[in-house]
């Protein structure tokens, strides 16, 4: 029992750090695009890369932050900063909203399914869960839009964005509660979270107004 709550926790760990990447990637793209210098682009990444776990902590009153108990997370993060602006200088010509789309839905579908599993970890509602974890996923991005003085994606009539993490953390839930093995739930719900968002960009789902 002791290995595999081990295990868990380990994946859960590599999930928030590759979500914390695919959002940095994003608002270092975002910065760039808005022609920062590197610390608006260092803000803009931090801000997007945190966010969302930040208010998710707070509101699960888990202390120290996550970011705080992991300090990796934040030299990963200027480091990144550092090989990536000069490079993003170079390739600005690839830097497509494209780009920004994939990275922004790896985001989502990770941070997502992470915030519903502490969520449930903290012993909260089901629905309080999702909740949870939509707002993990969506929240560093509406602070990195916002301070790009962009209206936050969530917000416009565009395409499906926060429903699509809101039907990934139900997934990852339903997972959980037929006892699927951990590790396919969660692995149910980032995908689903993912393949949701980009079809909803390919074939322009949107809500009805």
Known sequence: M?????????????IELIGVLAFACSGLIEARRKRMDWVGVFTVAFIAAFGGGTLRDLLLDRRPLFWVENQEYPIILFILTLIAVPMLRRLR?????????WADAIGLGLFSVNGTSMAMEAGMPVFVCVM???ITGIFGGVLRDIIC??????????????????????IYLAGHYVELP????????????????????????????
Not at 2 to 14: D, E, F, G, K, R
Not at 96 to 101: E, Y
Not at 189 to 205: K, P, V, Y
Request: proline share 3%; hydrophobic share 55%; with cysteine.
């Open 2 to 14: 002791a290995v595999s709550y081990l295990s868990m926790s380990a994946m859960l760990h590599i």
């Open 93 to 101: 010509q690839i830097m497509t909203d494209k780009v920004l789309d």
């Open 132 to 134: 949870m974890g939509v």
């Open 149 to 170: 003085n962009e209206i936050p994606m969530v917000f416009r009539r565009s395409q499906l964005y926060a429903t699509c993490a809101f039907a990934g953390c139900w």
């Open 182 to 209: 951990e590790v396919v739930s969660l692995l149910a719900g980032i995908l689903s979270t993912f393949i949701l968002r980009i079809l909803a960009i390919r074939f322009d789902w949107k809500l009805p107004a």
